[in-house]
């Protein structure tokens, strides 16, 4: 069984860097052709795919995004972790990390990351 979960705060103050953890368990995020993504979700809008590292641990991230952003990972505890730098209110969102393997197949539930002073 595949789980994955996002942890990291709840809530990140603007200008401030938000950072997240996803620990997965049942595969290890070397195991080739996994993909180790984030994505977000806005209140009321649609998934932004945001970035991801591979097994072998190359990122690649959304150009709105890559001056800003950074994924990397833990291989001796099975996770990676997003880091986003200068975060602003309109940022606020369900946090999502997910595998990809012959597309999304597998999702954490999601944590609310909300940016406010």
């Known amino acids: 069984q595949v789980l994955l979960q996002e942890s990291g705060p709840g809530l990140v103050k603007p200008s401030q860097t938000l950072s997240l953890t996803c620990t997965v368990s049942?595969?290890?995020?070397?195991?080739?052709?996994?993909?180790w993504n984030w994505i977000r979700q806005p209140p009321g809008k649609g998934l932004e795919w945001m970035g991801m590292?591979?097994?072998?641990?190359?990122?690649y991230y959304i150009p709105s995004l890559k001056s800003r952003i950074s994924i990397f990972r833990d291989t001796s505890k099975n996770q990676f972790t997003l880091q986003l730098t200068s975060v602003t209110p309109e940022e606020t969102a369900v946090y999502y990390c997910a595998r990809g393997h012959y597309g999304m197949d597998y999702w954490g539930k999601g944590t609310l990351v909300t940016v406010s002073s």
């Open positions: 049942g595969v290890s995020i070397t195991t080739t052709s996994c993909y």
């Open positions: 590292i591979t097994y072998s641990g190359d990122t």
